[in-house]
């Protein structure tokens, strides 16, 4: 491990350390945050006992539909604009200020449109993932170099296998980029709607515990969802810092 | 069995020029953004086949722009190219081309790169292995087969774009300032190890150059480039043989033809800078 890397560890632990401290001597109340060895304890009864198994599968299947949906749809449409500029320099502001909209407050129209339900949720996650993912893959398609293209053609090469073989994987790292960001607002998307819009899911058993003041419940699984989203980012980044070093400086 | 017509056309005419250009000109519409750029021409070329041409010119003066004429990436707006009797439409087969920019695909590895086109042509893999290995030694690069083009310098990139064009056995190699990214000493050996290659390969070479010196030590004709829109305001016959290499630097003659060059090209450089 880098410094760096040994520096943050010691950064986390010092934190944690801290807050199990405060909690202990009561600076913290138990009403408000558990210690943080009881949320280990409780995230290992919540695993063992198997209760909620069925809440993280829903979750991280709708996690998973959500990310692969607006990282194809996110890529098509970003492709279908770039290659057409007029259109592009239209709507190019409008991605640009898209997240300025607090898009959870269309929940409703979702409700009407796809009941209560993942269907809903999933569709609220794409909604919130999808942007990032067609500015990405403007960016991505950019910056292929036009010597590339060159090169291709003087290798006979038709549309469809430069686009596939030259263009994809020169564009590639940037569109990671893009498929990193969806993925996280995939997540948020669909932990977030769960709260209001589900019955089952990660995010419904947390809203359950807090209305039952089952304080020690609810610290289990959100250090359940930090654990899960830590583990699917550091495989993320993995595959990113590969593609980064195959840029040039 | 009887020699069909088309194999008889196959038989090279020494008397043809391998390619010729004849009244070429480029302009770049700006599509009433502005005036059009008139980049090129009009540009009378003929190559002989198996010559090493080499062009010099202030930059830019339209040197990129006649070399995608001649790789069919680009068409004139008037005149006519063609390459080996039939006029230039799309790249022609058997022409090969080492760009200005860095053209090395940073996804694959130094023989990945190199043998990409011989893949793409379903060439048999034992042959592409052989191709593959030759060039990437000729090219000095042995040591970085497995490397990627990211851990690379700018120079040994252009040396693995010159290896992937040139293990496609083109007949016309085209490149554009393909040392440009390398010192002058290293500069010069690179000369020494591209004159033994046309002289292995008995392609014709189509080199564009800022280096005077480099110009009248590798080719057989040097074309002279005006300010854009860039014509050929000269073109020298340099009279070396073809055993010829680096050495020849010293020859009395060589100072002669560099100084011509440069006397030549000194008013157009001036114009380049003036105007911007
Ligand atoms: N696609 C294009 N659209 C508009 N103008 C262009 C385009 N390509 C080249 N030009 C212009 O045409 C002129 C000639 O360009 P070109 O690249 O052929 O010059 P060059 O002699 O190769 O220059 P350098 O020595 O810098 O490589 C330049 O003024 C350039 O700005
Ligand atoms: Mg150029």
Same mark, same amino acid.
């Given at each position: 491990m880098t410094r760096e890397g040994w520096i943050r560890l010691l950064v986390i632990a010092a934190a944690v350390a801290a807050l199990e401290l405060a909690c202990r001597l009561g600076w913290v109340p138990v009403t408000v945050v558990i210690p943080p060895s009881a949320m280990a304890a409780s995230l290992v009864?919540?695993?063992?006992?198997?209760?909620?198994?069925?809440?993280?599968?829903?979750?991280?299947?709708?996690?998973?539909?959500?990310?692969?949906?607006?990282?194809?749809?996110?890529?098509?449409?970003?492709?279908?604009?770039?290659?057409w500029p007029l259109v592009r320099g239209a709507v190019e502001p409008l991605l640009a200020s898209y997240y300025a909209v607090p898009t959870f407050m269309f929940y409703p129209v979702f409700i009407i449109l796809f009941g209560v339900g993942p269907a809903a949720i999933v569709a609220i996650a794409v909604l919130l993932a999808i942007v990032s993912m067609i500015s990405a893959t403007l960016v991505g398609l950019d910056r292929?170099?036009?010597?590339?293209?060159?090169?291709?053609?003087?290798?006979?090469?038709?549309?469809?296998?430069?686009?596939?073989?030259?263009?994809?994987?020169?564009?590639l790292p940037h569109l990671f980029t893009g498929v990193k960001l969806a993925v996280?607002?995939?997540?948020?998307?669909?932990?977030?709607?769960?709260?209001?819009?589900?019955?089952?899911?990660?995010?419904?058993?947390?809203?359950?515990a807090y209305n039952n003041f089952d304080n020690r419940e609810m610290y289990g699984l959100m250090l359940l969802i930090i654990l899960v989203v830590t583990v699917v980012n550091t495989g993320l980044d993995a595959v990113d810092r590969r593609l980064q070093a195959r840029l040039r400086r | 069995m009887s020699v069909s017509p088309a194999e008889v056309a196959v038989v090279p005419d020494t008397a043809m020029p391998h390619a010729r250009?004849?009244?070429?000109?480029?302009?770049?519409?700006?599509?009433?953004?502005?005036?059009?750029?008139?980049?090129?021409?009009?540009?009378?070329?003929?190559?002989?086949?198996?010559?090493?041409? +080499? /062009?010099?010119?202030?930059?830019?003066? %339209?040197?990129?722009?006649?070399?995608?004429?001649? @790789?069919?990436? &680009?068409?004139?707006?008037?005149?006519?190219?063609?390459?080996?009797?039939?006029?230039?439409?799309?790249?022609?087969?058997?022409?090969?081309?080492?760009?200005?920019?860095d053209a090395?695909?940073?996804?694959? +590895? /130094?023989?990945?790169?190199?043998?990409? %086109?011989?893949?793409?042509?379903?060439?048999?893999? @034992?042959?592409? &292995?052989?191709?593959?290995?030759?060039?990437?030694?000729?090219?000095?690069?042995r040591g970085f087969a497995d490397a990627y083009p990211a851990q690379l310098s700018g120079g040994m990139r252009?040396?693995?774009?010159?290896?992937?064009?040139?293990?496609?056995?083109?007949?016309?190699?085209?490149?554009?300032e393909p040392f440009g990214a390398l010192d002058a000493q290293t500069r010069l050996l690179m000369g020494?190890?591209?004159?033994?290659?046309?002289?292995e390969t008995g392609a014709t070479v189509l080199l564009i150059t800022h280096a005077l010196d480099e110009a009248a030590m590798l080719a057989d004709r040097v074309g002279v480039m005006s300010a854009r829109p860039g014509v050929f305001i000269d073109i020298v016959a340099t009279g070396w043989d073809a055993e010829r290499d680096s050495r020849i630097v010293s020859h009395p003659r060589f100072g002669d033809l560099t100084g011509h060059l440069w006397e030549r090209l000194r008013v157009e450089s001036l114009k380049h800078l003036r105007e911007g």
């Open positions: 009864d919540i695993l063992a006992s198997g209760k909620h198994w069925a809440d993280i599968v829903i979750s991280l299947r709708s996690v998973a539909i959500a990310a692969v949906l607006s990282i194809g749809l996110g890529f098509l449409v970003g492709a279908v604009i770039h290659a292929i170099p036009l010597v590339l293209r060159k090169t291709a053609r003087m290798m006979h090469m038709g549309p469809a296998s430069r686009a596939l073989l030259i263009g994809l994987p020169a564009a996280a607002y995939a997540f948020i998307g669909v932990i977030a709607s769960e709260f209001i819009l589900s019955g089952a899911g990660m995010g419904y058993a947390i809203a359950y | 250009l004849v009244g070429v000109t480029r302009v770049f519409s700006r599509r009433g953004k502005g005036e059009d750029i008139h980049a090129l021409g009009p540009i009378d070329l003929d190559l002989k086949r198996g010559e090493f041409f +080499s /062009v010099v010119g202030p930059s830019g003066c %339209g040197k990129s722009t006649l070399l995608d004429v001649l @790789a069919g990436l &680009a068409t004139p707006t008037s005149g006519t190219a063609e390459f080996e009797g039939r006029p230039i439409a799309g790249v022609p087969a058997g022409v090969g081309a080492v760009f200005q920019e090395s695909f940073p996804w694959l +590895s /130094v023989t990945d790169n190199v043998a990409f %086109g011989l893949r793409r042509a379903g060439v048999d893999p @034992a042959e592409i &292995a052989r191709r593959v290995d030759y060039a990437i030694g000729f090219m000095g690069l252009q040396r693995v774009c010159i290896a992937r064009t040139l293990v496609m056995q083109p007949r016309l190699i085209l490149l554009d020494d190890e591209l004159l033994r290659m046309w002289r």
